[in-house]
């Protein structure tokens, strides 16, 4: 699977590394010569997060800015299940 953001559509993208020598001219020096490029990639921060996708709750990627600006709905911890007979099993009946 690839790593991208299902919800912003952040994927990796490739860049350059670049490796500078000298001394900046506002230090005193002659200015700064770029010795050496390399290339690179950056990677967003994707999270594997259980999400609720038209009320169902599929595992889906989803980077970090997504999750905290609130593009991911989770689902609850824990479902509470109360049964219709349940109240009379509490011992709340009352001998009048």
């Known amino acids: 699977m690839p790593r991208v953001c ?5 994927k990796t993208v490739a860049g350059r590394k670049y490796t500078h020598r000298g001394k900046a001219k506002y230090l ?3 200015g ?7 290339k690179r990639t950056f990677k967003p921060n994707i999270q594997t997060v259980a999400a609720v996708i038209d009320g169902q709750v599929r595992r889906v990627k989803a ?5 905290r600006m609130g593009l991911v709905i989770k689902p609850l911890k824990r479902k509470y299940v109360y049964k219709a007979g349940s109240e009379s099993d509490a011992g709340t009946t009352s001998t009048a």
């Open 28 to 30: 005193g020096g002659v």
């Open 63 to 67: 980077s970090a800015k997504a999750i």
């Open 6 to 10: 299902e919800f912003t559509g952040k």
């Open 32 to 38: 700064t010569k770029i010795t050496g490029k390399t």
